[in-house]
């Protein structure tokens, strides 16, 4: 252990925090899913598994390790196909599939940095529309790309960010 004069050693105690925050996302998957097994927790384990084995197709198409960045992407698209299918369950009336899919969805949403509020949304299409001068559904391309560029890095439901266009435009 290193010793400097004046300084408190290095305790395991002290470092986890630093630990913990070096971890890749992927690394903070794979611990996880391994204290959900050993929790017996079977619902969390399979939703991890199912992740783990998104990212390593991801990781062999791009014929490497993804970066955090690529991982948060890859679990949107993973939320992003939770909610299509929930949408899909409801339709058919299949109440039980709909709720595992949610329950998926929020163990996945664990590992993804907080979601833009409706009011978030809101305030950056406000924002966007005074920055394009858009007055028509015309011009909701531009609007959207504004709006999302203010998003950026805050993860924002897509149909809400159109919903909530299409609404102030129209």
Known sequence: MLRFPGAR???PDALFPVIISAM???ERIVGDMTAAMKAKDAARTST???V???VQNREIEKGGELSDEE???ALQSLVKQRRDSVEQYEKAGRAELAEKERAEIAVIEEYLPRAATREEIERAV???VAETGATSMKEMGAVMRAAQARLAGRP???RAVSEIVRARLS
Request: aromatic letters at 0%; hydrophobic letters at 45%.
């Open 71 to 73: 991982m948060t992407k």
């Open 126 to 128: 406000e924002e966007a």
């Open 52 to 54: 783990k084995a998104a």
């Open 156 to 158: 924002a439901d897509g």
């Open 9 to 11: 050693p290095l305790t």
């Open 48 to 50: 991890l598994r199912m």
């Open 24 to 26: 890749s996302l992927k």
